[in-house]
C-alpha cells in the first residue's frame, strides 16, 4: 500500500498485502460475517422478531454484498501478477479437489489441507482470499452457485485466514511441533466449518417456530427469542444427529491424514515456488 | 436440430451472440455481413416488421445478468408466499423456461441437480415433521409408536401420531424452499458462469483474474496428473504399496510433482500475464483509495448494525417533520448499500480495460428482468388487498383450501414469458461444444 507515485524497487513478494485500512475492513466485515451467521442465538425477544419473519432472505442478500467489498478491498492495490497466478492455479487445484474427492463420499474432503498450508505459508490476506476464490471456483464447476455460496466463501476464508495468524514462523523447514500445530487447528477447522454452516441452515431447514406459526412441538426448530443456551442445545443436537458424526468427522480425520502426509512436502514445494516468484 | 439452426444463422448472415469458442464457420459470416439486409425494410411496413422480428429472433445467449435478475425476482416472490399453488406455478414457469432457453454448455446440464436437491428438500421437510412429532391439529391420519427418549434431550420427541395439518406445514415450507432452490438452478443453468465473470465490475477485477485463471488452468491439471502418473510407471514397473509408509510415499510422488508442476506453471503464467498487461495494479490516486476505503467501512459497519436491528428490533422510527416518519433501520439499510455501490466504483476508479465482444444490454434482457419482477408486484399487490390471506392460506386453526387470486396466475405467466419473447439460445457446432 505504497503511494502510486513511488516506484516500488523490493522483490516482488507472494502475498496478498494487509494494511491498516483492508485490515480493520477485514475485521469489522469478519464480525458482521460471524453477527449473520450467528443471529439465531442473539435474537433477545420475540417481539422484535414478529415483523421479520424475512430475516433469513434479507442475510442472505446482504452477506454477498459483505464478500465482495472485502475482496474488492483486500486486492486493491495489493497483488502483483504472480499473486494472482498462484491464487489462480490453487484455487484451480482446490476446486478439482473439491468435488473430485469431496462431497457424496462421506465428508472425505481434502480441501482444506491446501487452503491451510497455503494460507501458512503466504500469509493471512492470501488465506482468505483463497478459501473465498476456491468456494468460488468450486460452485462455478459443479454448479452449485447459491445463496449458501457467500458463507461457504465467508467460513472457508476465515479457514484460510486463521492459518495464516497461527504463531510461529512460516519460513523454513517445518518441524514436527509445528506440523502438529496445523493438524489440530486442521481438525479445530474440519468441525467448526461444518458447524457454522449448519447453524446458517439450521433454521431454513427446520423451520422457524413463532406463536402463529406452530412448528412440532418436539422438534428441533428453532424458537426465536428463548434463552440463547435453549437454542444453542437445540443446535447442538441437531448439528450432531445431521453431520458431527458423518461429515464433520470425515472432513476432520481426511484433513488430519492429509496434513501429516503432505503437510511437510507441500510447504516445502509453496516455499519454493515463493522463492522462484521473487527471483523471476 | 443443430443443422436447421446453423443454417438460419447463415442465411441471414449473423451468427453473433454465441459463447467462447464458436465455430469457424460462424466467424466468416459475421465478417462478411455484419448487418442484415435492409432489403426488406423499404419495401413495406409489414416485411419490416417481419424482418426487425427476425433479426430480434436471430439465436444469441442473453446477457447472463438478465437471467440471473429474472430469477432474483421469482425467488423473491417465491420467498414471500406459502400458497402451493403459486409456488407450484413459479415452479412450472421457471422450468419451462429453462427447457426452452437454456444451451447446450456443460452449466447447462446442471438444473437436473438442482431439481434432485429440490425435490429432496421437499421430502426432508416432510419427513422432519413425522420423525419429529407430527401431531399438531385434529387430522391424525395414522399413528407411529413413540420412541422413549432420555431425559437429557428433553423437548424433543420421536415419531408419534401424525396429522394432516403438519404434514401439510412441512408440505408447503419444503415446496417454498424446493422452489428456490430450482429457480436457483434455472438461473445457473441459463447464464454461462464464464459470461458472468467477464461482467464483474471493476473493483472486482483482480479477483476475477484469479477466477479466470483458474476456470482456464482446471483442464490442465488432469493432463499433468496423467504425465506424472505415466513418468512414475516408466520409472517402476509395479508399484505394491503394502505397508502405510510405502502407501503415502505412493501418495506424495504422485501430488507432490503435480503441485510442483502446477506452481512452476503459474510463475510462468504470470510472467506471460506481466507482458501482456493482465493484472496490472491500478492506476487509482491515492485518494481514491482511501475514500474507498473509508465507504466500505461505513457500509459494512451500517450493514452490521441493520442486521442486528432486524433480529432485535430496538432503533426507533424518527419522524421528519409531521408527514414522513422514517425507520432507522431502513435508513441504515439504505445508506449502507449506497455506501458499498460507491466504494465498488471508487475502487474501481483507476482500472480501465477493454473487452473483446462484450455481452450487450438490448431489449429482450429488459424484457426478461422486467418479466422475473411481475410476481414480486402481484405479491405486493395481493398482499395489500383484500386477498391477502391467500398468500399464506392458513393451516391451524382451520384448514384453508389454497385459493388463487387472478393477479397472481396472470404474474406466474408473464414469469414463463422469457421461452417466447427471448432470442433462441445458440445451438453450439460440434466443435465449440468441446
Redesign the interface.
Known amino acids: 500500500m505504497t503511494?502510486?507515485a513511488e516506484l516500488d524497487v523490493s522483490p516482488p513478494e507472494v502475498s496478498v498485502r494487509i494494511g491498516a485500512?483492508?485490515g480493520?475492513?477485514l475485521a469489522?466485515?469478519s464480525?458482521?460475517g460471524l453477527?449473520?451467521f450467528a443471529?439465531p442465538l442473539?435474537?433477545?425477544?420475540p417481539?422484535?422478531?414478529a415483523?421479520?419473519q424475512?430475516?433469513p432472505?434479507?442475510?442472505a442478500a446482504?452477506v454477498p454484498?459483505?464478500v465482495?467489498?472485502?475482496?474488492?478491498?483486500l486486492?486493491?492495490?495489493g497483488?502483483?501478477?504472480?499473486t494472482?497466478?498462484?491464487?489462480?492455479?490453487l484455487?484451480?487445484?482446490n476446486?478439482?479437489l473439491r468435488p473430485a474427492l469431496g462431497a457424496g463420499t462421506a465428508g472425505i474432503e481434502f480441501m482444506f489441507v491446501l487452503l491451510i498450508l497455503a494460507g501458512r505459508a503466504f500469509g493471512p490476506g492470501f488465506g482468505f482470499?483463497l478459501g473465498?476464490?476456491s468456494m468460488?471456483?468450486s460452485a462455478?464447476?459443479?454448479?452449485g452457485?447459491?445463496?449458501w455460496l457467500p458463507f461457504q466463501m465467508l467460513a472457508a476464508g476465515w479457514v484460510g485466514l486463521g492459518a495464516g495468524l497461527l504463531p510461529g514462523k512460516a519460513r523454513g523447514r517445518a518441524t514436527v511441533g509445528h506440523l502438529a500445530m496445523l493438524v489440530g487447528y486442521g481438525i479445530a477447522a474440519a468441525y467448526l466449518y461444518g458447524a457454522i454452516m449448519n447453524l446458517w441452515s439450521w433454521p431454513?431447514?427446520?423451520?422457524i417456530a413463532t406463536a402463529d406459526y406452530?412448528?412440532?412441538?418436539?422438534?428441533?426448530d428453532y424458537v426465536?427469542g428463548a434463552p440463547w443456551l435453549d437454542n444453542l442445545r437445540?443446535f447442538g443436537?441437531y448439528t450432531l444427529l445431521t453431520s458431527t458424526a458423518g461429515w464433520d468427522t470425515g472432513r476432520a480425520v481426511s484433513t488430519s491424514i492429509g496434513l501429516v502426509?503432505?503437510g511437510r512436502?507441500?510447504l516445502d514445494?509453496?516455499h519454493?515456488?515463493a522463492r522462484?516468484?521473487r527471483l523471476? | 436440430m443443430v443443422h436447421r439452426t446453423v443454417d438460419r444463422a447463415s442465411t441471414i448472415g449473423l451468427g453473433e451472440g454465441s459463447d467462447e469458442g464458436s465455430a469457424p464457420r460462424r466467424r466468416e459470416n459475421l465478417l462478411a455481413r455484419p448487418r442484415p439486409p435492409k432489403v426488406a425494410a423499404v419495401s413495406s411496413a409489414v416485411a419490416s416488421v417481419r424482418s426487425g422480428w427476425a433479426v430480434y429472433r436471430l439465436p444469441r445467449s442473453l446477457h447472463p445478468v438478465a437471467w440471473w435478475l429474472w430469477a432474483l425476482g421469482i425467488m423473491t416472490a417465491a420467498s414471500l408466499t406459502t400458497n402451493p399453488l403459486v409456488e407450484g406455478l413459479l415452479l412450472a414457469a421457471a422450468t419451462f423456461v429453462v427447457v426452452s432457453r437454456r444451451d447446450d454448455g456443460p452449466w447447462a446440464r446442471s438444473f437436473r441437480l438442482y431439481a434432485i436437491l429440490g425435490a429432496a428438500v421437499f421430502v426432508v421437510r416432510i419427513l422432519y415433521r413425522i420423525v419429529f412429532g407430527g401431531g399438531d391439529g385434529d387430522h391424525v391420519l395414522f399413528t407411529l409408536p413413540r420412541i422413549p427418549l432420555p431425559s437429557v434431550v428433553a423437548g424433543v420427541r420421536l415419531l408419534g401420531p401424525v396429522s394432516l395439518e403438519s404434514i401439510l406445514y412441512g408440505a408447503y415450507d419444503g415446496l417454498q424452499l424446493g422452489t428456490i432452490i430450482v429457480v436457483v438452478g434455472a438461473a445457473n443453468s441459463l447464464a454461462s458462469p464464464r459470461r458472468l465473470l467477464r461482467s464483474l465490475p471493476a473493483a472486482l477485477y483482480e479477483i476475477g483474474t484469479v477466477l479466470v485463471v483458474a476456470v482456464t488452468v482446471f483442464p490442465q491439471l488432469a493432463e499433468s496428473a496423467a504425465r506424472v502418473a505415466r513418468a512414475r510407471r516408466l520409472r517402476q514397473s509395479s508399484a505394491q504399496a503394502r505397508s502405510w509408509r510405502e502407501r503415502s510415499r505412493l501418495v506424495r510422488g504422485l501430488v507432490v510433482p503435480v503441485l510442483a508442476d502446477a506452481l512452476d506453471s503459474a510463475i510462468s503464467l504470470a510472467a506471460s500475464m506481466d507482458a501482456r498487461g493482465f493484472g496490472r495494479a491500478p492506476a487509482g490516486s491515492r485518494r481514491h483509495r482511501v475514500m474507498a476505503a473509508l465507504t466500505a467501512f461505513a457500509s459494512v459497519g451500517c450493514l452490521m448494525v441493520f442486521a442486528y436491528d432486524l433480529v432485535s428490533g430496538t432503533l426507533p422510527s424518527v419522524a421528519l417533520g409531521s408527514v414522513v416518519t422514517v425507520h432507522l433501520r431502513d435508513a441504515l439499510l439504505v445508506a449502507g448499500v449506497l455506501a458499498a455501490l460507491l466504494s465498488i466504483r471508487l475502487s474501481g476508479h483507476g482500472v480501465r480495460r477493454s473487452r473483446y465482444r462484450p455481452d450487450r444490454w438490448l431489449l429482450p434482457e429488459l424484457l426478461t428482468v422486467a418479466c422475473g419482477f411481475a410476481p414480486v408486484a402481484a405479491v405486493a399487490a395481493v398482499g395489500a388487498g383484500p386477498d391477502a390471506a391467500a398468500l399464506s392460506p392458513a393451516i391451524l386453526p382451520t384448514l384453508d383450501i389454497p385459493t388463487l387470486p387472478l393477479p397472481l396466475l396472470v404474474a406466474a405467466v408473464v414469469a414463463l414469458l422469457p421461452s417466447a419473447i427471448t432470442p433462441p439460445a445458440p445451438v453450439a457446432t460440434s466443435e465449440a461444444t468441446a
Open positions: 503511494a502510486g485500512r483492508s480493520a475492513i469489522l466485515a464480525l458482521a453477527l449473520l443471529w442473539l435474537v433477545p425477544s417481539t422484535g422478531w415483523e421479520t424475512g430475516a432472505v434479507v442475510f446482504l454484498v459483505i465482495v467489498i472485502v475482496l474488492s478491498q486486492s486493491d492495490g497483488m502483483d501478477t504472480r494472482l497466478a498462484l491464487l489462480g492455479v484455487t484451480a487445484i476446486a478439482a482470499v473465498a476464490t468460488a471456483t462455478l464447476f459443479t454448479a452457485v447459491g445463496p431454513t431447514l427446520t423451520g406452530g412448528g412440532p412441538a418436539g422438534g428441533l426465536p437445540r443436537l502426509v503432505l512436502p507441500i514445494v509453496l519454493r515456488a522462484r516468484a523471476s
